[in-house]
């Protein structure tokens, strides 16, 4: 499956955006979906993720309670809607996809990723 990430752009802290990730190729419902970041000199870390079966969502800490993820099967699309953006929210933005991942966290469970959306939020 082929994944492609886009919408980010430059905020205002304390405004929105809504991340896309567009998924090609393959059956993309049979897939989890999850949301990554990396911020300069920092490790790719887990956002958020959204089951294939279910649509259960889950999220880091930080972003717990205002981001929110949700999917489209029929589109083929998922998004990242995030609110009450933060300066520490700034980073680029990646989603991926894997077929029944043993755990949404690493990075490493999967294996198709989008190429990246960069979000800069401002103080």
């Known amino acids: 499956v082929q994944l492609q990430a886009f919408g980010g752009g430059l905020v205002q802290a304390g405004g929105s955006l809504r991340l896309s990730c567009l998924a090609s190729g393959r059956t993309f419902s049979n897939y989890d979906i999850g949301w990554f970041r990396q911020a300069p000199g920092k490790e790719r870390e887990f956002v958020g993720a959204i089951s294939w079966n279910r649509g259960t969502t889950f999220y880091t800490d930080s972003v717990e309670g205002r981001f929110t993820i949700s999917r489209d099967n029929n589109k083929n699309t998922v998004f990242l809607q995030m609110s009450s953006l933060e300066p520490e929210d700034t980073a680029v933005y990646y989603c991926?996809?894997?077929?029944?991942?043993?755990?949404?966290?690493?990075?490493?469970?999967?294996?198709?990723w989008g190429q990246g959306t960069q979000v800069t939020v401002s103080s």
């Open positions: 991926a996809a894997e077929t029944g991942v043993a755990s949404y966290f690493p990075p490493f469970q999967y294996t198709y």
